[in-house]
């Protein structure tokens, strides 16, 4: 039941600082509110024991991925009357295309969320580094192979992307 | 546990609305992002339900991707800014000058 009560708590500050992420006007608020709704998912994460993402998820996103976002952020210098806004119209055909969309989603999976007590599995070591380590390697030594390939791919054109134009005409 | 179903939905919709608000073509960027961590926190809550250890690879596939997506548009903007002196997504109608 207590398990319960924290679920609820870690679920409703997640939405709350998503919420924020998109409501806030400065960029440089929206990394950090992002960054808060990361720490919360991997929480939620260790909740559901599955500790091996709980730390991945940790490191690549909350210190990777949304450090490069704020160095872009810096890089770019923005000030804040720079920052575009929609007009009344468009963001109340989003709001209404993003509730509709809410609403089917739950409709979708309306069973599911009812009858996910009686699938409750009784195997809850499957989130450990151990069974995950174990399967990566085995089943999916392929597809884990060809992400190193991606990487090489998105590193190669990260750099050509973002050097200067006079360097590649020279 | 199927509490963390509906905030995973909820998070979608909150990120597709975010993309669809926001002219900040950074934080379309994370708005993207929160969208992508939605579908991994509905990835893993199914894979604990059935335990199985399958969903959770592919969330971590998913991380993967996102890493490389994450960089390769973060230059792609960059690239953008110094043409254009913009992030107004309503600027980016064209990526060649």
Same mark, same amino acid.
């Given at each position: 039941? %207590?398990?319960?009560?924290? %679920? $609820?708590?870690? =679920?409703?500050?997640?939405?709350?600082?998503?919420?924020? +992420?998109? !409501?806030?006007?400065?960029?440089?608020? %929206? +990394?950090?509110?992002?960054? +808060?709704? !990361?720490? #919360?998912?991997? %929480?939620?994460?260790? /909740? /559901?024991?599955?500790? &091996?993402?709980?730390?991945?998820?940790? $490191?690549?996103?909350? =210190?990777? $991925?949304?450090?490069? #976002?704020? &160095?872009?952020l810096m890089l770019l210098n923005l000030n804040k009357e720079a920052e575009p806004v929609t007009t009344k119209g468009s963001q109340l055909a989003a709001f209404i295309a993003g509730g509709s969309l809410f609403l089917v989603l739950i409709t979708a999976l309306k069973d599911t969320l009812t009858l996910g007590q009686t699938y409750r599995a009784h195997n809850d070591q499957i989130g450990l580094v151990k069974q995950l =380590?174990?399967?990566? &390697?085995?089943?999916?030594? +392929?597809? #884990? *192979?060809?992400?190193?390939?991606?990487f090489i791919a998105a590193m190669v054109g990260a750099i050509l992307l973002a050097k200067r134009e006079k360097q590649i005409i020279e | 546990m199927d509490f963390y179903l509906f905030v995973s939905i909820a998070l979608f919709a909150i990120g597709a609305i975010g993309a669809m608000t926001r002219k900040n073509m950074i934080v379309l960027l994370m708005c993207i992002e929160l969208m992508l961590n939605a579908v991994n926190l509905m990835l893993v809550t199914f894979s604990t339900f059935y335990g199985n250890g399958d969903a959770q690879i592919f969330v971590?596939?998913? /991380?993967?991707?996102?890493?490389? *997506?994450?960089?390769?548009?973060?230059s792609i903007i960059i690239m953008a800014y110094r043409n254009l002196k913009s992030i107004d997504i309503d600027m980016y109608n064209q990526l060649k000058n």
């Amino acid at each position: 039941m %207590s398990l319960q009560i924290i %679920s $609820i708590i870690l =679920g409703s500050l997640t939405l709350a600082s998503a919420l924020l +992420v998109v !409501f806030s006007k400065h960029p440089v608020r %929206s +990394v950090i509110y992002l960054v +808060v709704t !990361f720490f #919360f998912i991997t %929480s939620m994460y260790i /909740m /559901m024991n599955a500790q &091996f993402l709980a730390i991945v998820n940790m $490191i690549v996103y909350a =210190g990777a $991925i949304m450090v490069l #976002f704020l &160095f872009v952020l810096m890089l770019l210098n923005l000030n804040k009357e720079a920052e575009p806004v929609t007009t009344k119209g468009s963001q109340l055909a989003a709001f209404i295309a993003g509730g509709s969309l809410f609403l089917v989603l739950i409709t979708a999976l309306k069973d599911t969320l009812t009858l996910g007590q009686t699938y409750r599995a009784h195997n809850d070591q499957i989130g450990l580094v151990k069974q995950l =380590g174990n399967l990566l &390697f085995t089943k999916y030594l +392929v597809a #884990f *192979e060809i992400t190193s390939i991606l990487f090489i791919a998105a590193m190669v054109g990260a750099i050509l992307l973002a050097k200067r134009e006079k360097q590649i005409i020279e | 546990m199927d509490f963390y179903l509906f905030v995973s939905i909820a998070l979608f919709a909150i990120g597709a609305i975010g993309a669809m608000t926001r002219k900040n073509m950074i934080v379309l960027l994370m708005c993207i992002e929160l969208m992508l961590n939605a579908v991994n926190l509905m990835l893993v809550t199914f894979s604990t339900f059935y335990g199985n250890g399958d969903a959770q690879i592919f969330v971590f596939f998913t /991380m993967v991707v996102a890493a490389a *997506e994450a960089t390769v548009g973060l230059s792609i903007i960059i690239m953008a800014y110094r043409n254009l002196k913009s992030i107004d997504i309503d600027m980016y109608n064209q990526l060649k000058n």
